[in-house]
Nanobody, 132 residues
Framework: QVQLVESGGGSVQAGGSLTLSCTASGYTVGGTCMGWFRQSPGKEREGVASIGTTDSSPYYLDSAKGRFTISRDNTKNTLYLQMNNLQLDDTAMYYC?????????????????????????WGQGIQVSVSS
C-alpha cells in the first residue's frame, strides 16, 4: 500500500522559509513522476512544482519560480519542496502527489498527469500559513 506523508509545514512570517518533506512507503521515489500541489479555501487545487522521471527541468507555478525548489533524496525515499521568501498568497494546504511507476515522463507532462490521472497517489496534506 502506497503512503505519502508530508511534514515540515507550519506558520512563518512573510519573507521566511520552510522546507516540506514527503516520505513515501510502498513506493520508490527515484525515477518517478512526483509533485507538490496546494489548495486554499475557496480555490481550486493548483500544481506548485513537479519533477519528472529524469529530474531535469522541473515544472514550477509561475509565482513559485525563483522562490521554490523541488528535489528528492532517493536514499531517504523522500521528496522535498524548499520554499523561500514566502508570501501571504502561499498560505494553503500543501499536498504531495505521485504517479504509479511507469515509463519516461517529462516534468511538464508529469504536472498535467498528476492533476488529471485517477491513479495519482496523494498525501494527506500539511498546512502552511504565512503571516505579515
Amino acid at each position: 500500500q502506497v503512503q505519502l506523508v508530508e511534514s515540515g509545514g507550519g506558520s512563518v512570517q512573510a519573507g521566511g522559509s520552510l522546507t516540506l518533506s514527503c516520505t513515501a512507503s510502498g513506493y520508490t521515489v527515484g525515477g518517478t513522476c512526483m509533485g507538490w500541489f496546494r489548495q486554499s479555501p475557496g480555490k481550486e487545487r493548483e500544481g506548485v512544482a513537479s519533477i519528472g522521471t529524469t529530474d531535469s527541468s522541473p515544472y514550477y507555478l509561475d509565482s513559485a519560480k525563483g522562490r521554490f525548489t523541488i528535489s528528492r533524496d532517493n536514499t531517504k525515499n523522500t521528496l522535498y519542496l524548499q520554499m523561500n521568501n514566502l508570501q501571504l498568497d502561499d498560505t494553503a494546504m500543501y499536498y504531495c502527489a505521485a504517479l504509479p511507476r511507469g515509463g519516461w515522463v517529462a516534468s511538464g507532462l508529469c504536472h498535467i498527469r498528476l492533476r488529471t490521472f485517477s491513479s495519482t497517489y496523494w498525501g494527506q496534506g500539511i498546512q502552511v500559513s504565512v503571516s505579515s
